[in-house]
């Protein structure tokens, strides 16, 4: 069961996976204007991980031009 301040800690998760997947997830990213972290947690929702919708928004921090 889920402690109340897991939900606002991160720890990391490490794969290795094949570079051919890689670049398709990174590719996505950069279609999709997200993170790769976001096309990621949007993946494991699909198949059933219960991600919640708030963890699926781009943390980045966008600089202005101008």
Avoid: C, F, N, W
């Amino acid at each position: 069961m889920e402690k109340p301040d897991d939900a606002k800690r991160e720890v990391p998760l490490q794969v290795m996976v094949p570079p051919s997947v890689h670049k398709q997830v990174a590719l996505m990213s950069v279609h999709q204007g997200e993170s790769m972290r976001t096309v990621i947690l949007r993946g494991l929702k699909a198949i059933g991980v219960e991600i919640p919708d708030e963890e699926l928004v781009d943390r980045r921090s966008r600089r202005r031009r101008g």
